[in-house]
């Protein structure tokens, strides 16, 4: 058959089986297909222009919906012209039975399968056409549930697994947080029973200021380190105060930003005596970036991190070490 003749019997063949007849795009898209063209085709050719989403999305699933139940066999784009000349063929042969009257015969579908007997239904009985359109809906629907259900399920099992893995991943994580939340705790009880700790610190801190000798100020930072091991908040303060003072030794503040990130996680002042310097334009950018890396150990999540790493001054010198 010619595409003209292919669309004038299919036509014939919806209107004597459903009572109407095919819509414009349906037309256009059982010409061009017969024609073996895409849906993109048959966009372009379309006058009035027919969008090929409209083609692809809605007329062209509603048309082999339709043309399935009028020609009792599965339709799609690939197989129309195949289907719908074996049917001509067949009934032209007396070997199909003729539906055109107004009492047309077809098959009755329960649980997604053939039923045994042959219904005769009137399709201009409004009921019994909406039953019978009612009872297909239901089948494909319940299918396409079964269909949806059971990828749904895959995925959430699948994401599961993924969380698992993830949860897994992290327990040394937390594990080593745990560990040092006991020894902070072992710090703070110990720290109640050393009440000259900050007198300490300050004159240590004073000492390493005073000092210009590179091995003693060593020996202080020593000494500073076996305090923290007792109370580091008490250290920690102690340089937050240095900070605060404006110290502009640029060795000093290295070594700051040393013992911060050596024993300050968890003590609020560590995270202020970083943003401080990171902050500071007088020092250099090498020493900031010291202190952005240094707050990336401690607090991976500060909302700074993101806008200091992006400043001018120190992007290029992170771009360097890569």
């Known amino acids: 058959m010619k595409p003209e003749e292919a669309v004038d019997y299919i036509n014939k063949t919806v209107k004597a089986k459903l009572g109407k007849s095919l819509d414009h795009k349906q037309k256009l898209i059982i010409e061009g297909t017969w024609n073996n063209e895409s849906y993109q085709d048959i966009s372009e050719k379309s006058k009035p222009k027919v969008n090929i989403n409209t083609l692809?999305?809605?007329?062209?699933?509603?048309?082999?919906?339709?043309?399935?139940?009028?020609?009792?066999?599965?339709?799609?784009?690939?197989?129309?012209?195949?289907?719908?000349?074996?049917?001509?063929?067949?009934?032209?042969?007396?070997?199909?039975?003729?539906?055109?009257?107004?009492?047309?015969?077809?098959?009755?579908?329960?649980?997604?399968?053939?039923?045994?007997?042959?219904?005769?239904?009137?399709?201009?009985?409004?009921e019994k056409f909406k039953q019978i359109i009612s009872q297909t809906l239901t089948t494909i629907m319940k299918k396409e549930m079964e269909e949806l259900s059971q990828s749904l399920e895959k995925k959430v099992d699948q994401r599961l697994q993924k969380i698992e893995h993830q949860l897994n991943a992290l327990v040394p994580t937390i594990n080593k947080l745990s560990l040092k939340v006991k020894e902070n705790d072992i710090r703070l009880q110990s720290a109640k029973t050393l009440p000259q700790t900050k007198t300490i610190v300050d004159g240590l801190i004073k000492s390493i200021l005073k000092s210009q000798d590179e091995n003693e100020q060593d020996n202080y930072w020593q000494k500073l380190k076996e305090i923290a091991l007792r109370d580091n908040e008490a250290v920690i303060n102690g340089l937050y105060n240095l900070v605060n003072s404006n110290c502009q030794n640029e060795t000093i503040i290295r070594k700051i930003i040393e013992n911060v990130v050596e024993y300050g996680l968890g003590i609020k002042n560590s995270i202020q005596i970083l943003h401080k310097l990171i902050d500071s334009p007088d020092y250099t950018p090498e020493t900031r970036l010291q202190a952005i890396l240094g707050l990336q150990q401690i607090a991976p999540e500060d909302e700074k991190l993101s806008q200091a790493i992006s400043h001018p001054d120190i992007y290029p010198l992170i771009f360097k070490k890569l």
């Open 56 to 126: 692809m999305r809605d007329s062209g699933p509603k048309l082999w919906d339709l043309l399935s139940i009028v020609f009792d066999n599965t339709i799609a784009k690939k197989n129309l012209v195949e289907v719908v000349t074996s049917y001509k063929e067949l009934e032209e042969n007396n070997q199909l039975s003729t539906r055109t009257s107004d009492r047309p015969t077809v098959y009755s579908s329960q649980n997604g399968t053939q039923a045994d007997t042959l219904t005769q239904v009137n399709f201009h009985d409004d």
